[in-house]
Structures are given as C-alpha cells and as structure tokens.
C-alpha cells in the first residue's frame, strides 16, 4: 500500500484515473483505501433540467448517481437519495448562487457547486468546488496555457445551528477566501518563484549577457 501511494503521488494528474484503474486491478483487497486517499480530477455533468453543469463527488454521490445543485435531483435519477432538509436546501441555494459570484472574480470562469447535509452533532456539512479548465482559455495561441485545470474543494463542518443563516455564509466564504489567499501566495513564492530564479540562472535577460560578455579588442 505504501509503495501505491508513493507511485500515485509521482504519476502526472492527467494519469491519475488510468493509474488507479491498474492499481485496483492489482490490489483489489486494498480498494477501499485506495479510493478513499487518492484524490481524482473532479468531473462534471450537465442537469438538463437546468441547462447547468455541476461538479461530481462523493459528496453529492448516492449509490451510482449524483445530486445536481441547482435542481436538487439526481442523475441518473433515483427515488430514495437523501437530500437535504428544506431549511439547510434554502442555504445551499444562496450559497451556490455567492459562490458563483466568488468563482468568477477570482477564477475568471470555470464551474463551482456548493453541497451541504446534515451530520449527527445537530450541525451541518457544507462542500465547495471549483473545477477551472484552463486549456480552454488559451485557444492555441503561443504563450498561453496549453493543458491544465485547477480543482479546489473545501469542507467545512459548522457545529452551530442554522439560527443565523447568513452569518454561516459570511464566515465560510472568509475562510475559503483566506485558505485560497494563502495557497496562491505560496504557489507563486515557492514553486513559481523558484521556476523563475532557476530560469534567470539557466539563461540570464539580454540585459545581464552583454554586461557579462567581454569587451571585443
């Protein structure tokens, strides 16, 4: 199991879904695990009903079918799937309707889905995704991003009852807000800032060469 892990943490995301298939082929005793540790590229299906894409996940997944966020049925449909409570429903509405506002101010496009249910401390589970493909914005034109996608998900568990509906909202958005604050700057500091030192080391600017070519006799 340990050497799986290791292997599944060096196999290129794009390869995750290909990989995990082997493995569990390999080791069906350990699929459990497996599937419970290795994180997938989400995916995403379009509710008809609505005309709008929403993200998979175990969250949202009953059986072999999945809750859409904007009708609040399943696909493929199913009579007994759990939903939510009406009360905790409302808030999972406006939260999809905020986070949609928050995707495209600071993601410039992409798909978002919020999910939320009761757990067993009289609280509430509350999962936000984006799902951004940014492949798609470079259309082929040099310079741009030719393949790659940003999954984010957050859970955040509340303890406090739904008497303040909108304070909930307010301080899961800061939290996110914050933890994406966070990773960005880290991101752009550590692997990015290290890209560029290295790149500037490996081929200076044209500027730092003729300082450093020698005067022609």
């Not at 082929?25 to 929403?54: A, H, I, R, T, W």
């Not at 049925?73 to 905020?98: Q, T």
């Not at 609280?123 to 798609?136: E, H, M, R, Y």
Request: proline share 5%; with cysteine.
């Amino acid at each position: 199991m340990e050497a799986a892990m290791g292997l599944m943490r060096r196999i290129p995301p794009k390869h995750t879904e290909t990989a995990l298939s082997a493995l569990l082929s390999l080791m069906p005793d350990n699929s459990s695990d497996l599937l419970s540790q290795v994180d997938q590229p989400l995916q995403v299906l379009c509710d008809v009903e609505c005309g709008k894409e929403f993200i998979l996940c175990e969250y949202n997944r009953d059986a072999d079918s999945y809750r859409s966020p904007w009708s609040n049925k399943y696909h493929p449909p199913l009579e007994d799937g759990s939903l939510p409570s009406s009360e905790l429903r409302k808030l999972e509405i406006e939260a999809n309707d905020i986070f949609a506002i928050y995707r495209d101010q600071y993601y410039e496009g992409g798909i978002s889905s919020v999910y939320m249910w009761e757990d067993d401390n009289e609280g509430f589970v509350a999962c936000f995704l984006i799902k951004k493909d940014g492949s798609k914005t470079g259309q082929g034109r040099r310079g741009y991003l030719e393949e790659g996608a940003w999954d984010a998900i957050h859970v955040i568990e509340m303890s406090m009852k739904l008497s303040v509906a909108d304070g909930h909202l307010c301080n899961m958005g800061r939290m996110i807000e914050e933890m994406e604050s966070k990773l960005r700057n880290s991101l752009d500091q550590v692997y990015f800032g290290k890209t560029r030192e290295m790149v500037c080391t490996l081929r200076p600017p044209s500027e730092v060469a003729q300082l450093r070519m020698p005067d022609s006799a």
